[in-house]
């Protein structure tokens, strides 16, 4: 059970803390997804700045526009169909490892405590944006479903597919945009399911009607169009098995910044 765990590593000596990181970024199932210099960096980041946080700005930084990349409109009939009814029977879905399956509304999601953050969104393409973004923590969506044993890894899984023919591959198609983290990243302070940015509900280019934050690693990794969520032992089901769909073409899996 996470929080069990979680108590623990608080209570620990520094020196067993730096063990137990340092077991984490020597496990097997690591090392198969990530390369030898972004293991350091994942190592790094995991010794000295478990719970840093990624730089908040103030509200004159924000960027007058923002940017879209990638899909600015899922042609995901099912996505379409949930957009035109303003997403009101969208549900997210969360599964996997846990002990209790949860289906949350929109309505559900603005029930639950809420967190706003300016940050900078940098793209691997060599642009970035400041933004205020608005959303539900994760972690405190983990803690209600309750993570089981062996859960490592949170995926999140997309309504955009880049395969075109978007509803014949299913949630897991191999062009189906999907992204991962590990349990530090999922309850990061700083990494929330966001429904608004700049004080307005998603609108379909930022990723409509959540998307992910995680405000330490770069864009491709800010999920957008959210469906479903699941606690995994093993990345190896998903895609290319890289952990994301960048990911499984050649970009970092830990993208840290
Ligand atoms: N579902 C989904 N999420 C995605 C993408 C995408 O194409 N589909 N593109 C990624 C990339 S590369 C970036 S830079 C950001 C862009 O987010 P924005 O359109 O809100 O600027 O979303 C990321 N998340
Ligand atoms: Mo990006």
Avoid at 14 to 38: F, Q, R, Y
Avoid at 95 to 106: A, C, D, I, K, T
Avoid at 155 to 168: N, R
Avoid at 182 to 191: M, R, S, W, Y
Wanted: hydrophobic share 40%; glycine share 12%; net charge positive.
């Amino acid at each position: 059970m996470i929080l069990r765990r979680r108590n623990l590593l608080a209570a620990l000596p520094a020196g067993l803390l730096l063990s137990g990181c340092d077991s984490l970024a020597s496990n097997p199932t690591l090392k198969s997804i990530v390369g030898a210099g972004e293991q350091a960096t994942y190592r790094w980041q995991r010794l000295v700045g478990r719970d840093g946080l990624a730089r908040e700005f103030a509200a004159s930084d924000i960027s007058p526009v923002f940017k879209m990349n990638g899909t600015r409109r899922p042609t995901n009939p099912e996505w379409q169909r949930l957009e035109a009814g303003g997403f009101a029977d969208w549900r997210l879905k969360v599964g996997g490892l846990v002990q209790r399956e949860l289906s949350l509304s929109l309505a559900d999601l603005a029930r639950l405590p809420q967190r706003t953050q300016i940050t900078r969104h940098d793209c691997v393409e060599g642009w970035s944006a400041v933004g205020q973004w608005t959303g539900v923590p994760l972690g405190s969506i983990l803690k209600a479903a309750g993570l089981r044993d062996g859960a490592r890894y949170i995926v999140f899984l997309c309504a955009d597919d880049y395969g075109g023919e978007a509803s014949k591959g299913g949630l897991q198609s191999a062009s189906r945009y999907y992204e991962s983290v590990d349990l530090v990243d999922a309850f990061h302070p700083q990494t929330i399911l966001a429904h608004q940015l700049n004080h307005q509900p998603l609108d379909a280019g930022h990723g409509a009607p959540i998307r992910l934050r995680v405000e330490r690693q770069l864009g491709y990794k800010q999920a957008k169009y959210l469906m479903q969520i699941l606690a995994v032992d093993s990345l190896a089901p998903f895609g290319s098995g890289k952990g994301g769909y960048w990911p499984d073409r050649g970009y970092e899996w830990y993208a840290g910044i």
